[in-house]
């Protein structure tokens, strides 16, 4: 079993950046593949962006590609996630996850290992 903890979220202007930090602890960090979904008040939890094991390919959502990086340190079991040109819709709790399953998944019941998440807040 593995635990994960966010940080890095808060509130920002639109236009800026924030960079969320997912560290995690229990298990080999290597075995699994990571990703962040995000969840608006009202919203299905929805993809954002995924990275393979070993961060040789990565995903996005189209709503963020060219904007978001996802991005691994496998020295120190952290995935990150840098949020540039943040727009008010990108407003949502952003939760880290965890896959053990081979091969890749959009959907969050893809996912065996979540965080508590962590609030991002764009004002326009």
């Known amino acids: 079993q593995v635990q994960l903890v966010e940080s890095g979220g808060g509130l920002v202007q639109a236009g800026g950046s924030l960079r969320l930090s997912c560290a995690a602890s229990?298990?080999?960090?290597?075995?699994?593949?990571m990703a962040w979904f995000r969840q608006a008040p009202g919203k299905e939890r929805e993809f954002v962006s995924h990275?393979?094991?070993?961060?040789?390919?990565?995903y996005y959502a189209d709503s963020v590609k060219g904007r978001f990086t996802i991005s691994r340190d496998n020295a120190k079991n952290t995935v990150f996630l840098q949020m540039n040109s943040l727009k008010p819709e990108d407003t949502a709790v952003y939760y880290c996850?965890?896959?053990?399953?081979?091969?890749?998944?959009?959907?969050?019941?893809?996912?065996?290992?979540w965080g508590q998440g962590t609030q991002v807040s764009v004002s326009s």
């Open positions: 996850a965890a896959r053990s399953r081979i091969g890749v998944s959009f959907i969050p019941s893809g996912f065996q290992y």
């Open positions: 990275v393979s094991r070993s961060a040789g390919s990565t």
């Open positions: 229990g298990h080999t960090f290597t075995s699994y593949a």
